[in-house]
């Protein structure tokens, strides 16, 4: 499993190793002690994906918002 630090992820890296994290604490094969860790591996890669949807969402709506058409969240701050 990469060890690679999870802000450096676009959002498919980041899905991928969550989706190893998983199947990792799934199987149970794991000691607790590393459990413990891949279950906070497991957090921030969520948090990372989630932030990275959220961003993806705002420039959608933007784009939306510039064209006039119908947005559906608040457009970005200071714009």
Do not use: W
């Not at 993806?56 to 918002?65: D, G, P, S």
């Amino acid at each position: 499993m990469t060890e690679k630090p999870v802000a450096g992820m676009n959002f498919e890296e980041a899905m991928a190793a969550l989706e190893q994290v998983v199947g990792a604490l799934e199987r149970g094969e794991v000691p607790l002690d590393q459990s413990i860790k891949l279950y906070e591996r497991g957090a921030a890669l969520k948090a990372h994906c989630a932030a990275k949807l959220a961003e993806a969402e705002e420039k959608v709506e933007l784009i939306r918002a510039q064209e006039g058409r119908a947005v559906g969240t608040t457009p970005l701050e200071g714009m």
